[in-house]
């Protein structure tokens, strides 16, 4: 079945893509630099035990924290079809565009305010 070896290519570099960023940010960190890893994570923000093996490695030189960008669903629904990402297919005819709330950990953003103000507030 197409639609499964689709799912399958995708989960591979849903996969590979996650442990080349979580790699650059060790590297980084290790080198005394902040990292910022912009990713949905999105079966890792709700399950606990698979965000805690998914940062393991970069808790060595500090620990992460979680900006949750929340937007109202019809934005996000928006936004995907903008994007009109392949990984998107698969989620315009069922996907539920409810808030989902992180169960870790998170500090949430309002993706929908100003930006440079919420930059400007981290840094104080």
């Known amino acids: 079945n197409s639609s499964s ?3 399958e290519v995708l989960e591979n570099q849903r996969e590979s893509r996650y442990q080349d960023l979580i790699r650059r ?3 980084q960190l290790a080198s005394g630099l902040d990292v910022v890893i912009s990713a949905p994570f999105s079966r890792e923000v709700q399950d606990v035990q698979a965000w805690d093996i998914r940062f393991e490695p970069l808790r060595k ?3 992460e924290t979680l900006y949750w960008i929340s937007t ?3 934005v996000r629904r928006d936004r995907m079809k903008t994007r009109s ?3 998107d297919v698969q989620k315009e005819s069922g996907y539920d565009f409810k808030t989902i709330r992180p169960l870790v950990d998170f500090i949430e953003v309002d993706g929908e305010g100003n930006f440079d103000e ?3 507030n981290i840094e104080k």
Request: aromatic share 6%; no cysteine.
């Open 118 to 120: 919420f930059v400007r």
């Open 72 to 74: 109202k669903p019809e």
């Open 5 to 7: 070896r689709n799912g």
């Open 61 to 63: 030189s500090g620990t």
């Open 85 to 87: 990402s392949i990984r």
């Open 25 to 27: 940010a060790e590297v």
